[in-house]
């Protein structure tokens, strides 16, 4: 009888998990098309730029839900593009800005002046950018 419970109680919080995991999926797949839509006038980087930061904060999302962490990232709402914080409950534990240009020498241009954030670029441009900053 107490192994049944147990069983039970193991697949009420499994349907919990996937739930949580597919929530956070559609999320995702929801904020991505709205931002495609949103900018779909703008050039290609551009469009590029604003669905990568929703690409980042889904997978930051996803990552965090399969691991059952409490951390979860937003846009900030000052209607700045590309601000995001992590929020641990109600507390804000991080602050990051996107950047994401045509070029490493564009998008580390547009990431001066923003100490004390996270800056986030493009995968392919962060080895470039870290020697025009000689890190």
Not at 45 to 56: D, L, N, W
Not at 96 to 116: I, P, S, V
Request: charged letters at 30%; one cysteine or more; proline letters at 1%.
């Amino acid at each position: 009888m107490k192994k049944r419970a147990v069983n039970g109680a193991n697949t009420g919080n499994l349907a919990n998990y996937a739930n949580r995991i597919d929530s956070t999926l559609n999320d995702v797949k929801k904020d991505i098309l709205e931002q495609a839509k949103r900018y779909r006038k703008n050039s290609l980087p551009s469009q590029t730029g604003f669905v990568a930061e929703s690409v980042h904060i889904g997978s930051f999302n996803l990552d965090s839900a399969i691991k059952r962490s409490s951390l979860k990232a937003v846009k900030e709402k000052n209607g700045c593009h590309g601000d995001y914080k992590v929020l641990k409950g109600n507390k804000v534990v991080a602050k990051g800005e996107f950047k994401h240009y045509n070029t490493a020498k564009q998008t580390e241009n547009a990431m001066r002046g923003y100490n004390g954030r996270d800056l986030v670029g493009p995968k392919e441009q962060i080895e470039d950018i870290k020697k025009i900053r000689k890190l």
